[in-house]
Structures are given as C-alpha cells and as structure tokens.
C-alpha cells in the first residue's frame, strides 16, 4: 500500500503563499491520478486539484487561477502551490492517489491556516 506524507502547512497572512508537498512511497505515475482535497471545521472534503498520469488537472471553482497543481515523477513528489490565500482556504490539506483499480489512499494531512 502506498505510502502519503504531507508537508509544508502553516500559518499565513491573506495575500500570501505556500507550497505543499506530497511525498509518495512508489511511483506517482504508476497511478491513474493524484489529488489534494482539504477540509475545514464542520464542513466536507473537498477537491482543491487534481492531476492525471496524462497530466491533465482540475481544479476546485474556488482556487482556480491561485493554484497550481504540479509533480516531479523522479522524485515522486505532489505540489501543490497556493497564491493569494484567503481565510477561507484554511483547513486540513491532504493528499490522495487513486489507482487504476479505484483504490484510494490518503495522506495524513497538513495544517493551513491564513489569519492576519
């Protein structure tokens, strides 16, 4: 099973940025597609970004054009780079791999918070 791990969360001013990693034990492109999704307090999962193995993404209505989904498939990192945040972006960020069999595995997620 394929191993998920954050980084990058913290605090930041509105306005400001960060970049999310998401290190993968085996090889990203060995999956059908890659993803972050976050959750605030009392409210669902959602997807922020997603990737395919063909390198098409999508993105969440809200985030879209201040964030940028990307990958290094040597490294087999996920990125997830946030512009312009706004207080409603904080949450939990977590990564998620999907494989051609529809199994999913999650991250344990990382921090967002953007608070002046």
């Known amino acids: 099973q394929v191993q998920l791990v954050e980084s990058g969360g913290g605090l930041v001013q509105p306005g400001g940025s960060l970049r999310l990693s998401c290190a993968a034990s085996g090889r990203i492109l060995s999956f059908y597609s890659m993803g972050w999704y976050r959750q605030a307090p009392g409210k669902q999962r959602e997807l922020v970004a997603s990737i395919t193995k063909g390198g098409t993404t999508n993105y969440g209505e809200t985030v879209k054009g201040r964030f940028t989904i990307s990958r290094d498939s040597v490294k087999n990192i996920l990125y997830l780079q946030m512009n312009s945040l706004r207080s409603e972006d904080t949450a939990v960020y977590y990564c998620?791999?999907?494989?051609?069999?529809?199994?999913?595995?999650w991250g344990q997620g990382t921090q967002v918070t953007v608070t002046s």
């Open positions: 998620k791999s999907l494989t051609y069999r529809d199994q999913s595995n």
